[in-house]
């Protein structure tokens, strides 16, 4: 089983990047996605989550309108494009199953940081 997360980097605030999930084994197909993420010192939390269809999306308060979940079910992978971008944004961040039943052991995830 594996979900690899790619797309992470530096970027100062303001900036963009695109964070890619390949979703392969262990998560059927047309599962509820997620991606979370993990800041130094705190819990890990989630972002924003996409049905199994592509819509509905839903997203944490503190990226609402900046941040955006898509998936492409013929590639199995779910992204997430990042724009305005804030220091407080900084994390490890991972895509999983939405629901707890669904979700396979995390992945590496992939580190953002965000210079202010």
């Known amino acids: 089983v594996q979900l690899q997360a790619s797309g992470g980097g530096s970027v100062q605030a303001g900036g963009s990047l695109r964070l890619s999930c390949v979703i392969s084994?262990?998560?059927?197909?047309?599962?509820?996605m997620a991606w979370y993420r993990q800041a130094p010192g705190k819990e890990r939390e989630m972002v924003a989550s996409i049905s199994g269809i592509g819509n509905p999306t839903n997203y944490a308060d503190s990226v609402k309108g900046r941040f955006t979940i898509s998936r492409d079910n013929a590639k199995n992978t779910v992204d997430l494009q990042m724009s305005s971008l804030k220091p407080e944004d900084t994390a490890i961040y991972y895509c999983?199953?939405?629901?707890?039943?669904?979700?396979?052991?995390w992945g590496q995830g992939t580190l953002v940081t965000v210079s202010s």
């Open positions: 084994g262990g998560i059927t197909r047309f599962r509820p």
């Open positions: 999983n199953a939405l629901i707890a039943t669904h979700k396979v052991p």
